[in-house]
């Protein structure tokens, strides 16, 4: 890493010399703009609107524009004769309890790093954080702008947090707040006991970016020359319209019946859907949704077949010849088209007669 702000951290008398380091970095992949013909970058030019003229970048300023049209230009040299006291310092102003300050007004992150000469103050400032409970209030200047920030430990270091100031945050002006919205007793029980039975720790290598590794696959896959199969997206049926407490109450029982799985993309639920749905995603062997034996659906959805399982994962050799001695060995089902296809039968299909009944003819 490359530190980007060299100064001290000012505490009380103390100067502590530190640097700075992005503490975060963006993952997103970076496309270049091009001409889809040829593949040639597209690069933009700098043109004056009055003049016409092409501007080289030394030229230019910066320019506030007031409300009558006019333009207030202003050169490096007015920049620098403004006040910036923190330019080199991390001034702390006071300390506070950390539940006081709100998440929204946190904006980057940064590692602070001691200089050989400050390490010993820096340790100091860190273990007496760390028995406090508290965080550092200071005021720090980054990039030519004067910032809020706090100071914290995190796993040994000090991380600098710059805050927005409080006019940068926005009202929230809806008109929903004006109005008198009732919510029952039982709905609001229903929904506390739908967020108890959804809690649990929060680790965030449980989640992942889908999105971000389908993107990667399809440019591996255009470097490569092979053609990128998609993937299936996830149909959720239609369920009808309900009440909110009937939501609620399928949501909670849907809830009690299965874990409850993260971004992983091992299981995905439908929120009021009814929980002896067919399509339920199935965690047991794949050969389950092989079996020819006509039965009528479970009522738990974990039992329920995963009509995608089939296609997302490959045919198993060794439980092939077991299904079709099953399906050999079964009586005749009263459907026609011969032998039953693998998989749960779609929504709406006719259920097998019993065993035993002759089949209408």
Same mark, same amino acid.
């Given at each position: 890493m490359h ?6 951290i000012?505490?009380g008398?103390?100067?502590? +010399?530190v640097r700075? @380091? ?10 270049r703009?091009?001409?889809?013909? /040829?593949g040639?970058?597209?690069?933009f ?7 016409g003229?092409?501007?080289p970048y030394? %030229?230019?300023?910066?320019? @506030?524009e007031?409300p009558?049209g006019?333009?207030v230009i202003?050169?490096?040299e007015d920049?620098?004769?403004l006040?910036l ?5 991390i001034e702390?102003?006071? #300390?506070? +309890?950390v539940?006081?300050? %709100?998440p929204?007004? #946190?904006?980057?992150?940064y590692?602070?790093? +001691? *200089?050989?000469?400050g390490?010993?103050a820096y ?5 007496a ?6 965080v550092?209030?200071a005021?720090v200047?980054?990039?030519?702008r004067?910032?809020?920030a706090?100071l914290? =430990?995190? /796993?040994?270091v000090l991380?600098l947090e710059t805050?927005l100031?409080?006019d *940068?945050?926005r009202?929230p002006?809806?008109p #929903?707040l ?7 007793p039982q709905?609001?029980?229903m929904a506390?006991?739908l ?5 649990s720790?929060?680790d $965030?290598d %449980?989640h992942?970016?889908? @999105? ?6 399809l440019?591996e896959?255009?470097?490569?020359g092979?053609e990128l199969?998609?993937?299936g997206?996830?149909?959720i ?6 009440s909110?407490?009937d ?8 809830a009690r019946e &299965?874990?409850a ?5 091992q299981?995905a639920k439908?929120?009021?859907a009814?929980?002896?749905a067919?399509?339920a995603i199935e965690?047991? +062997?794949?050969?389950r949704?092989g ?6 659906? &479970?009522?738990d959805p974990?039992?329920a077949?995963d009509?995608?399982?089939?296609? /997302?994962?490959p045919? %198993?050799?060794?439980s092939a010849a077991p299904?079709?001695a099953r &399906?050999r060995?079964?009586?005749p089902s009263p459907?026609k088209?011969?032998? $039953? ?6 929504s709406g299909? =006719?259920? &097998? ?6 089949a209408?003819?």
């Amino acid at each position: 890493m490359h530190s980007m702000w060299k100064g001290a951290i000012s505490f009380g008398l103390v100067m502590i +010399p530190v640097r700075l @380091y992005a503490a975060t970095e963006q993952k997103d992949i970076s496309f270049r703009q091009v001409h889809r013909a /040829d593949g040639g970058r597209i690069k933009f030019r700098r043109f004056c609107s009055v003049c016409g003229e092409e501007v080289p970048y030394e %030229d230019v300023a910066k320019g @506030y524009e007031l409300p009558t049209g006019e333009m207030v230009i202003l050169g490096d040299e007015d920049m620098a004769e403004l006040p910036l006291p923190t330019t080199r310092s991390i001034e702390v102003l006071h #300390f506070a +309890p950390v539940e006081q300050l %709100d998440p929204i007004l #946190f904006n980057r992150s940064y590692f602070v790093e +001691p *200089e050989t000469a400050g390490a010993r103050a820096y340790v100091l400032l860190r273990d007496a954080l760390e028995q406090s409970g508290r965080v550092a209030v200071a005021q720090v200047a980054l990039r030519q702008r004067e910032s809020l920030a706090t100071l914290r =430990s995190r /796993d040994g270091v000090l991380l600098l947090e710059t805050l927005l100031w409080p006019d *940068e945050i926005r009202p929230p002006l809806f008109p #929903f707040l004006d109005q008198d919205i009732e919510v029952r007793p039982q709905e609001l029980l229903m929904a506390a006991s739908l967020i108890d039975s959804m809690t649990s720790d929060f680790d $965030p290598d %449980d989640h992942k970016d889908g @999105y971000r590794e389908a993107l990667a696959e399809l440019v591996e896959a255009k470097v490569q020359g092979r053609e990128l199969l998609q993937p299936g997206t996830l149909e959720i049926a239609a369920s009808p319209a309900t009440s909110l407490a009937d939501a609620l109450q399928a949501s909670l029982a849907a809830a009690r019946e &299965a874990p409850a799985i993260g971004h992983s993309g091992q299981q995905a639920k439908a929120v009021g859907a009814k929980s002896t749905a067919p399509n339920a995603i199935e965690s047991g +062997p794949a050969k389950r949704a092989g079996s020819s034996r006509s039965r009528k659906p &479970a009522a738990d959805p974990e039992s329920a077949a995963d009509p995608g399982s089939a296609a /997302d994962s490959p045919a %198993d050799p060794g439980s092939a010849a077991p299904a079709s001695a099953r &399906a050999r060995s079964a009586k005749p089902s009263p459907a026609k088209g011969g032998s $039953p296809k693998s998989g749960s039968p779609k929504s709406g299909s =006719s259920k &097998a007669s019993p065993a035993g009944r002759k089949a209408p003819s």
